[in-house]
């Protein structure tokens, strides 16, 4: 991860509840937070601020690049597939908004990022909480999917490095 140049990316990611996260590279933390994946169905119509809300967060802080995890559901039972969707949907609505201002959004598969981050694909949320607190201060509390947001903005902007 140190062999990145400097630069402000953004990592979305989508869940149960969608995280968010903006990161200086090289080693700072600059904020993040989450949005209800209930909000799903009403972020495009406008009828609620929290998603808008986290997209101009995002874009406030000068992002260059933003990485948003690609929600896949082939683990998942049916029981799940639902919510599934709805994380997806609002998650690709992020994308498409950042995407508007920042014209380099990608899709980042979770073992894609979690390998470069915690060298497994199928790291528990420990094990990246670990690796993100070797690579950069964070606040004293932080949840799963904020970091989350972050260690895909990292593998991703580190996935992007190595394509070049």
């Not at 968010?20 to 600059?30: D, G, K, Q």
């Not at 495009?44 to 874009?59: F, I, N």
């Not at 683990?75 to 998650?91: I, K, M």
């Not at 932080?142 to 996935?159: E, F, L, Q, S």
Request: proline share 5%.
């Amino acid at each position: 991860m140190a062999d990145l140049e400097t630069c402000v990316i953004a990592g979305v990611d989508p869940g149960a509840t969608i995280g968010w996260a903006v990161v200086v590279i090289p080693r700072h933390w600059l904020a993040g937070g989450t949005v209800r994946r209930e909000l799903a169905d009403v972020a495009a119509c406008g009828s609620t601020r929290e998603p808008r809300e986290a997209v101009d967060a995002l874009l406030g802080r000068g992002v260059e690049r933003a990485y948003v995890e690609r929600a896949r559901g082939g683990a998942y039972g049916l029981a799940r597939v639902g919510p599934l969707l709805d994380a997806a949907w609002l998650g690709g609505w992020m994308a498409a908004e950042i995407g508007r201002e920042v014209p380099l959004t990608v899709g980042v598969p979770a073992g894609d990022w979690r390998t470069v981050v915690c060298g497994r694909p199928s790291a528990s949320d420990a094990m990246v909480a670990d690796a993100l607190a070797s690579w950069a201060r964070l606040p004293r509390r932080t949840n799963a999917h904020v970091r989350d947001a972050i260690g895909c903005a990292i593998g991703g902007a580190v996935i992007g490095r190595r394509a070049r």
